[in-house]
């Protein structure tokens, strides 16, 4: 397991878990350094006094804030770790709330929280147990890094997660972003919901979710190494500009389809309901479209009053 990242406590209530956070994620990104290209000398980045022109050691350095531009307020260690804030060395539940409820704009990095020792064993395993019967997540407080952030809780195959999460004012307001009014028919809206049918899957697993660019990376890197030809990029195919939207989702449900290895048949494919049918059997699913809005339109808007 990866070292630990802070310990601390889990507080709800009067109970207390003791814990440990450990990373939940590995990067396996392919990372380079930068280097003199004349002779290959390794090009660093050192850290320098502007005053006295010199490099610094890290024990000469601290933390400090620019009240102008002449005066800074030494900050220290000390300093940050005695700030009157019960989430300095815990992390408090403030609420509990459905998983739906919350923007997942909001999620940023996850965390395992490991229970510190025999004595966590109880209130961790409680906790697990009353979060995955609730069905429900806990929204915590906690102090890192010289700040308060925004958490959620959650249970992942028995483990506590802990999810940093942005504050409501972090989140821009996408408004002004929207695309110009304009209509889209029942038709095309059915033609989108096969497309989506086709591309459905049960789990977020297989080669289509592999990284597929450090995997380009690693054989670049492999055939400079042993001095081969560099790999060849593929061809991209000709994708002619489609002025029909219906036409364009049709044709990508049928190569959804093909792909699979179903039938892609013009009469399961391009053959359209009569208008009058589609009229009278689409009601209640407009009305079950529009409550499914509502909802994310709900949904969307609670975690920035939150």
């Given at each position: 397991?990866?070292?630990?990242?802070?310990?601390?406590?889990?507080?709800?209530?009067?109970?207390?878990?003791?814990?440990?956070v450990?990373?939940?994620?590995?990067?396996h990104?392919?990372?380079?350094?930068?280097?003199?290209?004349?002779?290959?000398g390794?090009?660093?980045?050192?850290?320098?006094?502007?005053?006295?022109?010199?490099?610094?050691?890290?024990?000469?350095?601290?933390?400090?804030?620019?009240?102008?531009?002449?005066?800074?307020?030494?900050?220290?260690?000390?300093?940050?770790?005695n700030?009157?804030?019960?989430?300095?060395k815990?992390?408090?539940?403030?609420?509990?709330?459905?998983?739906?409820?919350?923007?997942?704009?909001?999620?940023?990095?996850?965390?395992?929280?490991?229970?510190?020792?025999?004595?966590?064993?109880?209130?961790?395993?409680?906790?697990?147990?009353?979060?995955?019967?609730?069905?429900?997540?806990?929204?915590?407080?906690?102090?890192?890094?010289?700040?308060?952030?925004?958490?959620?809780?959650?249970?992942?195959?028995?483990?506590?997660?802990?999810?940093?999460?942005?504050?409501?004012?972090?989140?821009?307001?996408?408004?002004?972003?929207?695309?110009?009014?304009?209509?889209?028919?029942?038709?095309?809206?059915?033609?989108?919901?096969?497309?989506?049918?086709?591309?459905?899957?049960?789990?977020?697993?297989?080669?289509?979710?592999?990284?597929?660019?450090?995997?380009?990376?690693?054989?670049?890197?492999?055939?400079?190494?042993?001095?081969?030809?560099?790999?060849?990029?593929?061809?991209?195919e000709?994708?002619?500009?489609?002025?029909?939207?219906?036409?364009?989702?049709?044709?990508?449900?049928?190569?959804?389809?093909?792909?699979?290895?179903?039938?892609?048949?013009?009469?399961?494919?391009?053959?359209?309901?009569?208008?009058?049918?589609?009229?009278?059997?689409?009601?209640?699913?407009?009305?079950?479209?529009?409550?499914?809005?509502?909802?994310?339109?709900?949904?969307?808007?609670?975690?920035?009053?939150?």
């Open positions: 397991m990866p070292r630990t990242i802070w310990s601390g406590a889990i507080s709800f209530g009067l109970v207390t878990v003791p814990i440990n450990v990373g939940a994620t590995e990067d990104s392919i990372h380079f350094h930068q280097y003199h290209l004349p002779d290959q390794r090009v660093r980045y050192r850290k320098v006094c502007e005053l006295e022109d010199r490099e610094v050691s890290q024990d000469e350095i601290g933390k400090g804030y620019e009240l102008t531009a002449t005066q800074v307020i030494p900050i220290t260690d000390e300093d940050l770790s700030l009157p804030l019960p989430t300095a815990a992390i408090e539940i403030d609420a509990f709330v459905p998983l739906e409820s919350v923007d997942p704009i909001r999620i940023a990095d996850g965390y395992y929280l490991q229970p510190a020792g025999q004595v966590a064993a109880k209130p961790y395993k409680l906790l697990v147990k009353a979060l995955s019967r609730s069905s429900k997540v806990a929204v915590a407080k906690y102090a890192w890094s010289g700040r308060e952030r925004l958490g959620l809780l959650r249970v992942r195959d028995d483990v506590l997660v802990l999810h940093a999460m942005r504050w409501p004012d972090e989140i821009r307001d996408p408004t002004e972003l929207l695309p110009p009014p304009t209509d889209v028919s029942e038709a095309e809206i059915d033609s989108a919901l096969a497309l989506m049918d086709t591309m459905t899957v049960d789990e977020l697993e297989g080669p289509a979710f592999q990284d597929r660019y450090t995997e380009a990376i690693a054989q670049l890197i492999e055939a400079k190494r042993e001095d081969k030809p560099l790999p060849e990029a593929p061809e991209p000709e994708s002619p500009a489609v002025l029909d939207l219906m036409a364009a989702l049709q044709e990508s449900v049928s190569k959804a389809k093909a792909s699979r290895g179903e039938s892609t048949s013009p009469a399961e494919v391009h053959e359209l309901p009569h208008p009058k049918k589609t009229a009278a059997k689409k009601q209640p699913a407009k009305k079950t479209a529009a409550k499914n809005t509502a909802t994310k339109k709900t949904a969307g808007r609670r975690p920035r009053s939150a």
